[in-house]
C-alpha cells in the first residue's frame, strides 16, 4: 500500500482537515491546524507530502521520525501541528486497514470510558453562573471558564475581585460536587498569578490553567508554593522535548498537550506516558474539530493518567458550524452523565462526510484571535 494523495481543506470555523488516500482505496482523516495560522500550517503538510507520496503508510514511527529529524530546524507550533494532522491520518488509515478502532493497535484499552468538560462563557466572561447551570443541566460533570480579562504585570484588586465574583457565581449554580477548572489563558503575569491562586482556594478549583505562559513557567514554583490548587498547562507545548523540564521541575500537577499541535497520536501517547512516570495527569487540550477529539479519545483510552477530556461542541468559537456538523454518524460522541464511551469503529472512529467537508471548504475561513490593548495602548495577551 501506497500513499498517493493528501489533500487539504480549510473549513470553518477555524479548522483545516486533511485527507490522506492511498492505492488500496483505505483513506485516512486528520486535523492539522494552529488556530489563526490554518494557510501557514497547510503550507507545512504541503511541504511534508514531498517526503510522504509513493510510502507505506503503516510505517507510522519511521515516517514521524523522518518529519522530525530530518529538517534541520524542527518543532514549534506550526511544524508539529503539520505533523500531527498527518499522524492522526496515517493512525486513521492502519485502523482502517486492520479493521481495529486505533487504541485497539496502541496496546488496548485501560478504560470503558473518559469524563469529559463543556466550556462556558468567552473571552469576557459573564452570566457564567447561567452557563454552568445549562452545562450541569446537561448532563456535564464538570465546566471551564475562562477566569480573567486582560491583566496587566501589576494590575488592580477589582480584576481580582472580578474574578472571584464570577468563580462564586459559578460554585453556587452548580453546587459542591462539580468540576470548575479556571482557565488563565496565560492573560496573568506572575505577581497576579499568585494572588488569585491564594484567593481562588476557597472555591476548590478542579484546577487553573496557564496561570502564566508557557515561557514563563519556572514561576510555576513560586506560583505553586501559595496555592493547593493543582495547576495545569501544556497546550502550547509541542513535544516531549518541551515537556521534559516541566516534568523534572516538579511544579505542575496536569499537563494538557493538544493532539493536532504536539506532534499527533504518536508524539503524545509518549508525552502521556513520561506525566505518568513523574505522577502527573493528564487533561488533552482539544478546542477543536471531530478528528482532533476522535484522535484524543484514542490515545484517552490507552493511558491511565487520563482524567478528564476537553471537548468543543457549543463552544463560543465554533458558531456557524459545529463538530457534530462534519460527522455522518453523530452518535459517536454522545455524552452520558459527564462521560463519553471509547470509539468503536475502525481508525479513528468517526466518519468524515466528505461532501459536507468539500462544501465548507469552499466557504473556508480566515479566524483570528482577537488583539487586545490595555489601557495604556500596550498590547495584552489574549
Same mark, same amino acid.
Given at each position: 500500500m501506497k500513499i498517493t494523495s493528501l489533500k487539504l481543506y480549510p473549513v470553518p470555523p477555524r479548522w483545516l482537515f486533511l485527507k490522506i488516500e492511498t492505492d488500496e482505496g483505505i483513506e485516512g482523516w486528520g486535523e492539522p491546524v494552529i488556530e489563526g495560522r490554518a494557510d501557514t500550517v497547510k503550507a507545512a503538510v504541503e511541504e511534508l507530502s514531498d517526503y510522504l507520496i509513493g510510502k507505506n503508510p503503516l510505517r507510522i514511527e519511521d515516517h514521524w521520525q523522518v518529519? /522530525? &529529524?530530518s529538517g534541520f530546524y524542527r518543532g514549534g507550533p506550526i511544524h508539529m501541528? =503539520? @505533523? =500531527? $494532522?498527518?499522524? #492522526?491520518?496515517?493512525?486513521?488509515?492502519? $485502523?482502517? /486497514? /486492520? #479493521? =481495529?478502532? @486505533?487504541?485497539e493497535l496502541m496496546g488496548g484499552a485501560c478504560r470503558d470510558s473518559v469524563r469529559v468538560y463543556s466550556w462556558i462563557g468567552g473571552d469576557r466572561p459573564a452570566d457564567v453562573g447561567t452557563a454552568a447551570r445549562e452545562a450541569k443541566d446537561a448532563g456535564f460533570t464538570a465546566i471551564k471558564m475562562n477566569g480573567t480579562e486582560e491583566m496587566q504585570y501589576i494590575d488592580s484588586y477589582k480584576k481580582i475581585d472580578e474574578v472571584l465574583e464570577r468563580t462564586a457565581a459559578v460554585r453556587e449554580a452548580v $453546587?459542591?460536587?462539580? *468540576?470548575? $477548572?479556571?482557565?488563565?489563558? *496565560? &492573560? @496573568?503575569?506572575?505577581?497576579m498569578a499568585k494572588i488569585l491562586a491564594k484567593e481562588l482556594e476557597p472555591f476548590r478549583p478542579m484546577f487553573i490553567e496557564e496561570p502564566v505562559l508557557p515561557e514563563n513557567n519556572e514561576a510555576l514554583r513560586d506560583i505553586a508554593r501559595v496555592t493547593n490548587i493543582p495547576i495545569a498547562t501544556g497546550e502550547r507545548m509541542y513535544s516531549r522535548w518541551d515537556f521534559k523540564k516541566l516534568l523534572q521541575d516538579g511544579y505542575v500537577d496536569i499537563i494538557q498537550p493538544d493532539l493536532s499541535h504536539a506532534g499527533g497520536i504518536t508524539e503524545c501517547k509518549k508525552i502521556f506516558s513520561m506525566a505518568e512516570a513523574y505522577d502527573v495527569a493528564v487533561a488533552p487540550h482539544c478546542p477543536l474539530g471531530p478528528i482532533a477529539l476522535a484522535s484524543c479519545l484514542q490515545v484517552d483510552a490507552t493511558s491511565h493518567n487520563v482524567f478528564i477530556q476537553e471537548q468543543s461542541l457549543g463552544i463560543h468559537y465554533n458558531k456557524g458550524s459545529d463538530l457534530l456538523d462534519y460527522l455522518t454518524d453523530k452518535s459517536v460522541f454522545d455524552y452520558k452523565e459527564g462521560y463519553v464511551e471509547n470509539l468503536k469503529n475502525p481508525g479513528l472512529g468517526v466518519s468524515i462526510n466528505e461532501e459536507f467537508v468539500k462544501q465548507k471548504a469552499e466557504e473556508g475561513h480566515r479566524w483570528r484571535n482577537p488583539v487586545w490593548r490595555h489601557k495604556d495602548g500596550t498590547i495584552a495577551e489574549w
Open positions: 518529519m /522530525y &529529524r501541528s =503539520a @505533523v =500531527a $494532522g498527518i499522524d #492522526q491520518a496515517l493512525w486513521d488509515i492502519k $485502523g482502517k /486497514y /486492520y #479493521q =481495529a478502532p @486505533v487504541h $453546587g459542591d460536587d462539580f *468540576g470548575i $477548572g479556571i482557565d488563565f489563558h *496565560g &492573560r @496573568v503575569h506572575k505577581p
